[in-house]
């Protein structure tokens, strides 16, 4: 019932995309279940529903074309690419040192606030 509600609110091709937000309004449901709807779609049934996640016009949709199909597959792996540097600025974290190191940035930025609230 749930992957129906979703299904039904996502518009056809890339004129008026929703957001997830805008999806929760409208069906009532909660982020996460729409995502999971989403993933669902997807994954199960092959609904090419893609977003996308740069300029003005950002949400998701059906693709009704190659071009719009393209739009969604782009912005999915500019997002992997992201995900995947942050995953490798995580592993390469220094557990015990990355407070030390944030030390003269915090205090740069406390005296330019102070000096903010005196002027």
């Known amino acids: 019932m749930t992957e129906f509600k979703v299904l ?4 056809r091709g890339a004129g ?7 999806i929760c309004k409208a069906t009532g449901l909660k982020e996460r279940d729409v995502r999971e709807a989403i993933s669902i779609l997807i994954g199960q049934h092959g609904v090419p529903i893609v977003a996308n996640r740069s ?18 597959v782009t912005s999915f792996k500019n997002q992997v690419t992201t995900m995947n540097a942050r995953i ?9 040192g ?16 102070k000096g903010e609230q005196g002027a």
């Open 98 to 113: 990355w407070e030390k190191a944030l030390l003269p940035d915090i205090k740069r930025l406390t005296d330019e606030y």
């Open 16 to 22: 008026y995309p929703l957001s997830t937000p805008n």
């Open 88 to 96: 490798r600025a995580i592993e390469q974290a220094d557990l015990n």
């Open 8 to 11: 039904n609110m996502l518009p």
């Open 55 to 72: 300029g003005h016009n950002t949400g998701m949709f059906i693709a009704t074309d190659e071009a719009e199909l393209n739009i969604g």
